[in-house]
């Protein structure tokens, strides 16, 4: 196509045409769509506005009904204050009331607050007097009422008060008298049965079997393992109840001391705690006792014979010295020297008749001693062995052993001395009639030795003078 000048100048109005109709379109669509959104926001508006103020009515309705309500509650709140207030008024006026009423309550009640700490103190050594002793047996009338002081909470009252003099003034009554009841008594079988008994004021009670020991829970009694020698029986306090004068032995420990005499081993008791170490140790004093007896008899017929030889030198007889004399009537013609030597010889031959025994006196009582270590020894042992099985806490368990071990030394020190005394004894007898024996034989010695030196003397003068 060929355009000219002209013609290109004719298109442009109609291009300028084509474009603004072109824009024209999006502005009138633009427009009619912000018509639209408008009419919505003014409608969403008013909805919006009606919506709003009929919540609004709705808050003052609510706010009416919370002021309302208010009104009321502050009212009330009012009401309960002032009743506050009284109640607090009179709360204070009673408090101040009560500590006034608690002041004067301390004020009267102090002197009788201690009134009853010394009552109940009072009451208490009563009840343990009360269920301690004899008294029970027939005098215990007021007991439940003293056990009614020790266990309340509050002041006694008068009644009370007056049955914890009445009862003190009857155990004092109690303790002086001598008072004939019927007890329960259970004997060594288990059995029970009634019999008498004199109660002797509070210190003790006695039966047919003499002391008996009274349970005041169980109201029975029991006889005492062991009497003291010339208790008191029934017999013997019938003549004291009947006016007559009467010595009898009282425990004024009120049974304590009844129950050791009981718990006291006697003689074969500790002999027997000795085991058989301590009957071999009694066995060896026994034999040595024997030998010395028989030997101090034998030395002191001796003596006694050889007094009477003394006086009677020309008639020997069947004894030490009368052996000694004999040996000199048979030997004297020999010479001194001989006659010397045979009695020697006769006095050591004496000598060991004299001291027979005595060397096993000796031996016996060096072993005493001996042996009683070895009881001790043995005990220790055994003790040793109870603690490792039981260990130490019990003092009974171990008791067999410490006995056995202070028994058996005892034993043996008691065996030794009187073994070494009797030893010490028959060997000074002995040695004096040993000295007789030299004495004598010297003398006749002494006397042969004269004799021979006498001729010769008389016949050396005879042979100066001629």
Request: glycine share 8%; aromatic share 4%.
């Amino acid at each position: 196509m060929n355009f000219n000048s002209n013609s290109l100048f004719s298109l442009k109005p109609l291009t300028a045409l084509l474009c603004a109709i072109s824009l024209s379109f999006p502005v009138m669509a633009a427009t009619s769509t912000s018509a639209d959104l408008a009419n919505k926001a003014t409608a969403e508006n008013k909805a919006q506005a009606r919506h709003n103020i009929q919540r609004e009515a709705e808050f003052k309705q609510t706010e009416k009904q919370l002021l309302a309500l208010k009104s009321k509650l502050e009212v009330k709140q009012k009401t309960i204050q002032q009743q506050t207030d009284v109640l607090t008024e009179a709360f204070s006026e009673n408090e101040n009331k009560l500590a006034r009423l608690e002041e004067k309550l301390r004020l009267e009640t102090g002197s009788l607050g201690e009134l009853f700490g010394v009552v109940r103190q009072n009451a208490k050594e009563l009840g343990a007097e009360l269920h301690n002793t004899v008294n029970s047996v027939d005098r215990g009338v007021h007991t439940d009422t003293v056990d009614q002081i020790i266990d309340a909470k509050s002041l006694p009252s008068m009644e009370q008060l007056t049955g914890l003099w009445l009862s003190m003034s009857e155990q004092i009554s109690a303790s002086r008298e001598l008072g004939k009841a019927q007890i329960s008594f259970i004997d060594g079988n288990g059995n029970t049965s009634l019999v008498e008994a004199y109660r002797l004021g509070s210190i003790g009670l006695v039966t047919e079997q003499g002391y008996v020991s009274w349970n005041s829970k169980r109201n029975d009694a029991i006889a005492y393992m062991k009497q003291p020698d010339n208790g008191p029986f029934i017999s013997s306090l019938s003549s004291l109840a009947a006016g007559e004068t009467t010595n009898i032995i009282i425990d004024p420990s009120r049974g304590f001391m009844l129950e050791q005499l009981a718990l006291t081993p006697s003689l074969r008791d500790r002999l027997q705690a000795g085991g058989v170490v301590g009957k071999v140790i009694l066995g060896l004093l026994a034999i040595g006792l024997l030998i010395a007896l028989f030997r101090g008899v034998s030395l002191a017929i001796a003596r006694q014979k050889i007094r009477s030889q003394l006086k009677k030198p020309d008639q020997p007889g069947n004894n030490p010295l009368g052996r000694v004399l004999a040996v000199y009537d048979k030997e004297q013609n020999r010479s001194v020297e001989a006659l010397e030597l045979r009695l020697l010889e006769a006095v050591v031959d004496e000598q060991t008749h004299l001291e027979k025994g005595l060397s096993m006196l000796k031996l016996l009582a060096a072993l005493a001693p001996m042996l009683g270590l070895l009881g001790t020894v043995t005990g220790m042992i055994e003790t040793f062995q109870v603690i490792t099985q039981f260990g130490n806490g019990d003092p009974k368990v171990m008791a067999g052993g410490i006995s056995m071990a202070l028994i058996t030394t005892v034993l043996g020190l008691v065996a030794a001395m009187p073994l070494l005394l009797a030893h010490n004894i028959l060997s000074t007898q002995a040695e004096n009639i040993r000295n007789i024996l030299e004495k004598q034989g010297i003398g006749l010695v002494a006397e042969q030795a004269e004799k021979t030196t006498q001729p010769e003397t008389s016949l050396s003068s005879v042979g100066t003078a001629a």
